[in-house]
């Protein structure tokens, strides 16, 4: 299977700052990454598809300019949360499917919090 | 929009129990269907996928069993420990102009005790 891995695992930022989020792909060339967001007792929900060398794909109601997803490479998709919010204080993982193009690998997540 | 339900309360069962989650939806069929453990402050991880024409899967203590008429897959731990204990997500492949994605169920938190 493939093996995601996502940094940092955690960050406390004040409000208006921006934070970058990154997601690799270590054994697999991800063309595709998704990114979700989740908050407590709540399910993971679709937020962004990230697509290499175009624009990525966002979910209605997903602010483009707040949420700037970034996939330059085949390993590499970063997703910035600009000038946050305490609302935005989430659980943001990023997956990407196998090999198969079925089943989803997770990175283990980022803990965003905003003072 | 495919709506996914499963039980949100908390299941306890006692150790060496069978453990039983439900995952409900309501619109159409999807064709094939999975199942995520998630641990907290963890990024879900792939337990089993069962597709539509199949009416049961196994892997090792794990069983799922997917109806199609019911609308409806069932998910059992049997021999339950207590490192079983974590919230169990099903998901369903959406089909979307661009592509499939997988919606996610709020997940059924198990907790297993001795």
């Known amino acids: 299977g493939a093996v995601v891995s996502q940094h940092p695992s955690w960050v406390i930022c004040k409000s208006g700052t921006s934070v970058k989020i990154e997601c690799r792909s270590l054994?697999?060339?991800?063309?595709?990454m998704f990114w979700y967001r989740q908050f407590p007792k709540q399910s993971l929900m679709l937020m962004a598809t990230s697509n290499e060398g175009s624009k990525a794909t966002y979910e209605q109601g997903v602010e483009k300019d707040k949420f700037l997803i970034n996939h330059a490479s085949l390993t590499l998709s970063t997703l910035t949360v600009t000038s946050a919010h305490p609302e935005d204080s989430s659980f943001y993982i990023c997956?990407?499917?196998?090999?198969?193009?079925?089943?989803?690998?997770f990175g283990s997540g980022t803990q965003l919090s905003v003072l | 929009s495919q709506k996914i339900e499963q039980n949100s309360e908390a299941l306890n069962i006692q150790e060496g129990k069978t453990a039983t989650l439900t995952c409900n939806y309501t619109?159409?069929?999807?064709?094939?269907l999975q199942w995520y453990r998630q641990d907290p402050g963890r990024g879900p991880v792939f337990l089993l996928l069962?597709?539509?024409?199949?009416k049961e899967k196994r892997k090792e203590r794990l069983k799922v069993t997917f109806d199609t008429t019911l609308k409806q897959s069932l998910f059992h731990i049997t021999a339950s420990q207590p490192a079983d204990s974590a919230t169990y997500l099903c998901?369903?492949?959406?089909?979307?102009?661009?592509?499939?994605?997988?919606?996610f169920g709020t997940g059924t938190q198990l907790k297993v005790e001795l």
């Open positions: 619109n159409y069929s999807p064709a094939y």
């Open positions: 069962i597709r539509e024409n199949e």
């Open positions: 997956s990407t499917r196998g090999p198969g193009y079925e089943k989803l690998f």
């Open positions: 998901a369903l492949d959406t089909p979307t102009g661009g592509g499939n994605k997988l919606t």
């Open positions: 054994d697999f060339q991800a063309t595709t």
